[in-house]
């Protein structure tokens, strides 16, 4: 098994930037492709952004495109989602999760991934 663990949340005012972490224990980190979701209030949980085991392939949702980046190191066991340009209907938990894999086929459902961390919440103020 993978543990997960997420930092860098916050409150922030519409147009800042925040450097999200996940932060894994466990097994070996780089067997593993990240994906980064999110789930605002009475919403259902949205797939953000993904990355493959080497960082070498990435995906992103098309409202996130431009203003996220993932990217990983697994000497750090450790991946990162940069956000920037911050918008009110950014404000949500983010998650990270976790699915063993070697390929760089990145999945969007947050079901196809079996290890989650239990999220920080981003703030955006207007």
């Known amino acids: 098994q993978v543990q997960l663990l997420e930092s860098g949340g916050g409150l922030v005012q519409t147009g800042g930037s925040l450097r999200l972490s996940c932060a894994a224990s466990?097994?070996?980190?780089?067997?593993?492709?990240v994906g980064w979701f999110r789930q605002a209030p009475g919403k259902e949980r949205e797939f953000a952004a993904a990355?493959?085991?080497?960082?070498?392939?990435?995906n992103y949702a098309d409202s996130v495109k431009g203003r996220f980046t993932i990217s990983r190191d697994n000497a750090k066991n450790t991946v990162y989602l940069q956000i920037i340009s911050l918008k009110p209907e950014d404000t949500a938990v983010y998650y990270c999760?976790?699915?063993?894999?070697?390929?760089?086929?990145?999945?969007?459902?947050?079901?196809?991934?079996?290890?989650w961390g239990q999220g920080t919440q981003v703030t955006v103020s207007s």
């Open positions: 999760a976790a699915r063993e894999q070697r390929h760089a086929i990145l999945l969007t459902t947050p079901w196809s991934y079996g290890y």
């Open positions: 466990g097994r070996t980190f780089s067997n593993y492709a």
């Open positions: 990355i493959d085991w080497s960082g070498g392939s990435t």
